[in-house]
Nanobody, 121 residues
Framework: QVQLVESGGGLVPAGGSLRLSCAAS????????MGWFRQAPGKEREFVAA?????SYADSVKGRFTISRDNAKNAVYLQMNSLKPEDTAVYYC?????????????????WGQGTQVTVSS
């Protein structure tokens, strides 16, 4: 059984930075798709970033967020800089048994429990 556990969320002022981590277990993730999504109160879950051998970002975070992975540790990270109040959401790590990039949440098979990120103005 695949398990994903996020950490690193918290409260940060606008303009600050946070680094989210996602620890994966139950499978070797070396070439598989890993992604980050977020969901703000009253809104639908939205794509943030994804990584296989390359990366993809939502336009709203491009240039501010960086996704990376450490295959030796079965981990994926999301470095978030220049945070804005509109980045406030629960952030979810997700995994798919695919080697292609996709921004569609329905194509991800496994999800973490989420970590709260709150950006104060």
């Amino acid at each position: 059984q695949v398990q994903l556990v996020e950490s690193g969320g918290g409260l940060v002022p606008a303009g600050g930075s946070l680094r989210l981590s996602c620890a994966a277990s139950g499978r070797t993730f070396r070439s598989y798709l890993m992604g980050w999504f977020r969901q703000a109160p009253g809104k639908e879950r939205e794509f943030v970033a994804a990584i296989t051998w390359t990366t993809s970002y939502a336009d709203s975070v491009k240039g501010r967020f960086t996704i990376s992975r450490d295959n030796a540790k079965n981990a994926v990270y999301l470095q978030m800089n220049s945070l804005k109040p509109e980045d406030t959401a629960v952030y979810y790590c997700a995994h798919a048994s695919a080697s292609y990039l996709t921004t569609v949440s329905g194509e991800y098979e496994y999800w973490g429990q989420g970590t709260q990120v709150t950006v104060s103005s």
